[in-house]
């Protein structure tokens, strides 16, 4: 009996060590030479901050806001990937199907205010194509919110809309 007794305090001191050597490992602080100098004096990098939309998207966010915000948290460029979770037997497959999404940002992303899941996605959509790969590309993505039970709403970019025209497109429009 009293070998098993020192044993087990054996153990616990060993595994104790373990984890305080782990716990050191990870917080001491990077060596000099793994730091980042973002403060070269060469001036070859340049850093700038980027608008998140055009002017025409910023408008027609304002307006889905105005209609949505009494209903949704209104999110703009969201990643799908944020969105959405993908499960597959086939792992190969959902690899694949991973690898074609995981750029794609969606544009407006309402959310239910109390569950935090994603119920509707607004798309906006230009005149021009942007080309069968991006086609592609989007006929996936709206494949794959669609099995997943988001509400897709497509809007033109160069159409005018008002707030009500925008709440019966959303579906928040109330009968009369």
Known sequence: MPQNGLSFIFLAVLLLGVVFVLQWVWRRPLSKDADLDMTSDTGESEVASRPLMTPEEASLFNLIRLAAQDYFLVL????????????????????????????????????????????????????????????????????????AGIHVVVLQLNQTYSVEHVMKLLGLAEDE
Do not use: C, N, Y
Request: glycine residues 2%.
């Open 76 to 147: 703009v460029k969201l990643p799908v990937l944020q969105v959405v979770s993908v499960a597959d037997k086939d792992e190969e497959a959902r690899k694949a199907l991973m690898r074609t999404i995981q750029s794609v940002r969606l544009d407006v992303v309402l959310a239910h205010p109390g569950t935090l899941q994603t119920v509707t996605v607004v798309r906006f959509q230009k005149d021009e194509q942007e080309g069968q790969r991006s086609e592609k590309r989007d006929h996936v993505v709206a494949t794959v919110l669609k099995a």
